[in-house]
C-alpha cells in the first residue's frame, strides 16, 4: 500500500514510525515532514493545504491511503477536494463533520442537540456586542472564553474578573486570534482534571484507543501561558471502570450516534477531550485528529497493525476488528526553544540524539541541512519511554531529556504531577 501522511509534527512522527511497521506499507511519504520522519519514509515538499498540489501528487505516485495529520486541512475541505480519485481512501472527516472541532458554537451546537453533557454557554460576535457585555457581567466567576475557530490551541482564555473579562471579550472580536475570534463561545467554567479518549470511526461504528493527558501549560505545576503540549502521559490512573463506562455511555456512543444521526461523512478519529467533575465526565471540546503530543504516549501503546486498522474503516472488516493495547504506561516530554510559546529562534544545531537510550524521540519542529539536525519551530521534539510503572517511564524519559541539547533548550520536569 502507498500512503500520504500530512503533517510536520511530532504526531506525524509518531505515526509514521507505526505505520512502516506494517507489512501492508510499501511506500510512506510525509508533507511536508521533519528531520524525524525522514527515518521512515520520503518527505514531500508540498504544503499541507495545497489541495491541488496535493492531488497531484496522490495521482502521480497511486497513493491508496491519505492520513491527514493536523486539523487545518480538514477543516478546509481536503476529503471534499479528493473525494473523486478513484479507490483513494483518506483517514479525516469532510469540511461540515470538521466544523466539531472548526467551530466551537457548531460543536456546542451538536452536544445539546444529543444530550452529551458539556459547560452551558453562548455564542456573541460583534454584531451582539452589547448583549456580550451584559452576559459577562451577570455570569459567575470564573468565566471562559474561547476564539470559534482554529486557534492553535491558544484560543481560550480563562479570567478572574468582570473587566478583563470584556476587555478580551473586545480584543478577541476585533482580531487577538484573527478570523478565529470573530465568534466567541463563552462559557461556565469546570473545576475537575481533564483527560483525551481517542476513537477511530467510520461514521456508525467505532473502536476505541489508548487514553491519554496531556500538559498544555509552559510552566510546572501548570502554570504559564498554553502552549500546544509539554508532555502526556497514557494510561491516565484515574480512569477506573466506573468513570470510563459513564464516558462511553454519556459521551463516545452518543457523540458516534449524533454523527450517524446527522449524515455527516466522518471516516477517521474522534478526539474528546473530557474532564472530570467529581466523577461527572464532560466535552470540553472535540477534535477532528489524533492529538499532539497525546499521539507520542499512546501509538506506542497500540498492539496491532494502525495501518490495517485505518484501510480497515469504511469496510465490513472494520466493526469486526479487534484493538488490542498494552497495559504498559507510556510518557511523552516535550523539548521546546527558549521563549516558546512567544517569540523564539530557529536553526539552532541539536547535539546528542545519538546518546538517547531506551527511549525513542518523536521530533517536530526539526531539519536537517548537510549532516546537522537543527531547529524548526517551538515544539522541537518529544522524548518518550514506555515501562511498566508510569514513574520509570518519566525517569527514562528525564534521563534522555538531559542528553539532548540545543541552545536555550526548556521542558517541563513535571509531567504527570497531578497522577
Not at 480538514?74 to 479528493?82: Q, T
Not at 498554553?226 to 477506573?240: A, K, Q
Amino acid at each position: 500500500m502507498n500512503v500520504l501522511l500530512l503533517g510536520n509534527g511530532g504526531r506525524e512522527d509518531a505515526l509514521s514510525w507505526k505505520i512502516t511497521q506494517s507489512p501492508l506499507c510499501q511506500n510512506l511519504w510525509i508533507a511536508p515532514g521533519n528531520a524525524g520522519t525522514k527515518r521512515y519514509g520520503t518527505n514531500v515538499d508540498l504544503s499541507i493545504t495545497n489541495f491541488t498540489g496535493i492531488r497531484n501528487f496522490i495521482e502521480t505516485n497511486d497513493i491508496q491511503l491519505l492520513i491527514v495529520g493536523p486539523e487545518a486541512p480538514l477543516c478546509e475541505g481536503i476529503v471534499n477536494d479528493l473525494a473523486n480519485i478513484p479507490e483513494l481512501k483518506i483517514i479525516g472527516p469532510d469540511k461540515e463533520a470538521a466544523k466539531l472541532e472548526g467551530s466551537k458554537a457548531y460543536a456546542k451546537a451538536f452536544m445539546q442537540k444529543y444530550g452529551i453533557p458539556t459547560a452551558s454557554y453562548k455564542a456573541f460576535t460583534k454584531e451582539n456586542q452589547k448583549e456580550a457585555h451584559d452576559y459577562i457581567l451577570s455570569h459567575a466567576l470564573p468565566i471562559v472564553l474561547k476564539a470559534d475557530g482554529l486557534a492553535a490551541g491558544k484560543g481560550v482564555l480563562i479570567l478572574n474578573d468582570h473587566e478583563e473579562a470584556l476587555k478580551e471579550f473586545n480584543n478577541m472580536i476585533e482580531g487577538k486570534f484573527g478570523d478565529a475570534g470573530a465568534r466567541v463561545v463563552i462559557e461556565e467554567f469546570l473545576d475537575g482534571i481533564e483527560y483525551s479518549v481517542f476513537a477511530l470511526t467510520d461514521g456508525k461504528n467505532y473502536k476505541l484507543l489508548p487514553t491519554a493527558k496531556d500538559y498544555k501549560r509552559i510552566g510546572e505545576g501548570d502554570q504559564g501561558l498554553n502552549t500546544g503540549g509539554m508532555g502526556s502521559v497514557s494510561p491516565v490512573s484515574f480512569i477506573d471502570d466506573v468513570l470510563m463506562k459513564r464516558t462511553i455511555d454519556e459521551i463516545i456512543e452518543p457523540t458516534i450516534n449524533g454523527i450517524a444521526d446527522a449524515g455527516l461523512n466522518y471516516k477517521g478519529i474522534v478526539f474528546f477531550g473530557i474532564i472530570n467533575v467529581e466523577g461527572a465526565p464532560k466535552v470540553i471540546e472535540y477534535n477532528c485528529r489524533f492529538g499532539d503530543p497525546e499521539t507520542q504516549s499512546i501509538v506506542p501503546r497500540i498492539n496491532i497493525d494502525l495501518l490495517d486498522l485505518f484501510d480497515a474503516v469504511g469496510t465490513d472488516r472494520f466493526n469486526d476488528f479487534e484493538v488490542t493495547i498494552s497495559d504498559d504506561y507510556s510518557c511523552s516530554v516535550v523539548l521546546v526553544s527558549g521563549g516558546y510559546p512567544e517569540k523564539y529562534e530557529k536553526n539552532i544545531p541539536i547535539s546528542g540524539l545519538d546518546q538517547v537510550e531506551g527511549a525513542k524521540v518523536f521530533h517536530a519542529g526539526t531539519k536537517v541541512e548537510g549532516t546537522q539536525i537543527l531547529t524548526n519551530g517551538g515544539r522541537v521534539m518529544a522524548i518518550n519511554s514506555v515501562a511498566a510503572t508510569q514513574s520509570e517511564a518519566l525517569n527514562s524519559c528525564y534521563e534522555n531529556a538531559k542528553k539532548i541539547q540545543f541552545e536555550k533548550s526548556y521542558y517541563r520536569k513535571d509531567i504527570g504531577f497531578d497522577l
